[in-house]
């Protein structure tokens, strides 16, 4: 037996929207009849403005490849930002850093230069 997918939110917004819009349905009528809550429906999202933040564990990691995201999130708050660890951690994961680097630099620097003979 094979479900079907449910439609996410966004998609039951922008329904609720044409709805609206091309069959001159009521909000609360349309809501009801893609089974959202009106409250819902009027969501809008907030803009995260993490450019500063993105910009100082570019800083960090280019500056000291070997450390992680502690190191990166005290001394962040040594600086005087006050982002707690959650936030730091989810741009963190973002900008994928969470990778091994000095993994990577050893594999670049012990190997470049078996790469060039091939």
């Not at 996410?8 to 009528?29: A, F, G, W, Y």
């Not at 000291?64 to 963190?92: D, E, S, T």
């Not at 230069?113 to 091939?118: A, I, N």
């Amino acid at each position: 037996m094979l479900l079907k997918k449910t439609l996410t939110p966004d998609k039951k917004s922008s329904l609720v929207n044409h709805m609206i819009t091309e069959h001159k349905v009521s909000h609360r009528q349309a809501c009801k009849a893609v089974h959202i809550s009106s409250s819902t429906q009027r969501y809008k999202k907030k803009q995260r403005k993490d450019d500063l933040l993105i910009t100082l564990l570019q800083e960090l990691v280019e500056k000291y490849p070997a450390i992680g995201f502690w190191q990166c999130y005290f001394r962040i708050r040594r600086m005087g930002h006050q982002w707690n660890h959650k936030r730091l951690y989810r741009v963190y994961t973002a900008l994928k850093l969470n990778i091994r680097r000095m993994y990577i630099l050893f594999m670049l620097t012990h190997y470049s230069g078996m790469l060039t003979h091939l």
